[in-house]
């Protein structure tokens, strides 16, 4: 069977016409390997596509690096957002702080005015079992100095019998004028004490009436304006400490709300410090190297596992460096082989060959084929 084309032929025929038949035979061998060659590249190229596709498809350690800069739009974007997470945190905490000293003032007030309020009305008790103790012993006073004055008026109004007769006697002259002055005098006084003990029953009548409107108002009447007068100073406490109540109330929410807001707030900025765009935004490199890592080989990636670079991606490997962190946000990229969208997280990378991260993949725990 004849493998040689029209054209490579004919110039052989020329060749042999003109005596060169060994250049002849050199042509026809060279032009057998040049297609050997040629197919063999294109095997080659086919089986090592195909050994690679296989390699992802079964590989479960695979990684593709990402560089992360403090530019990157994520980066920064996070960058801006924890910022203004902070600003509102610490003023919610001046405000905080604002409102517990205004609570704990309030309640220095409060506990203040429930001590007077207490004393006040401790006192106004006292009052009101001392008067009527002491209205007690006036009343039976009253009793006994009536009883005297009316000896008293009795006395007086037998004096009106010996006035008379005194006027007899000095007439008679029995009695001398000085004498008869004397004993006109004794009526006098008698009559003067009279009045005098009917004005001092009249004055203690009168504290028995302010004694007893007063300790009727203490028990919850109306009849003594001194008694309803210290009765109003308390009540006015009751209502001051009331409303003292109700705003203690108001800034115990306020400071309990606020308290809320701050843990919520710095519980987020502790959770976005795993972020990979957080390590990136605040770290003290410009740049950071990550590692995608796809669900299916996330069972590969743990803090200190060995980070591998191949040649060929997946031959002629060398250790490059090591995991240094591992995140749990999810992310998205691109299969480096199919093209197609895959989901998985990002691994922080410590590698000692920094140029590494330009790599299409790199591998975990162990190169692809452990040996190569």
Known sequence: MNTRTPVVSGFVSRLTQHGFAPVQKYLLHGYRWLAVILLGTVLLSAACYGIVTITYLVNTNWVAPVVLSKSDPKVAALAGQIFTAKQNRDTMREELDSADQARKLLQTQHDWLKGIIARYESSLGAEKDADAAFNGRLKQLVKEKRVVDARTAEVVASNKKAATAIDQELDAGLITANTAINARAQLVATEAALNTGKIGTATLDNQISQLTRG??????????????????????????????????????????????????????????KGSPYYMAAYGEKDLHRFAFVPYDNEDASRVGAPVFACKLQIVWCSKVGVVKAITKDEERAQHPLFNTQIRGVLVELDLEDEKAAKSQTLFMSHSPFYIL
Do not use: F, Y
């Open 215 to 272: 300790v009727h108002s203490l028990q919850g009447g109306n009849t003594s304006p001194e008694a309803m007068q210290s009765l109003a100073q308390v009540s006015l406490l009751k209502q001051e400490l009331a409303e003292t109540d109700l705003k203690l109330v108001q800034l115990n929410a306020d400071v309990s709300a606020k308290s809320k807001q701050v843990v919520e707030v710095d519980a987020l900025l502790r959770s976005l």
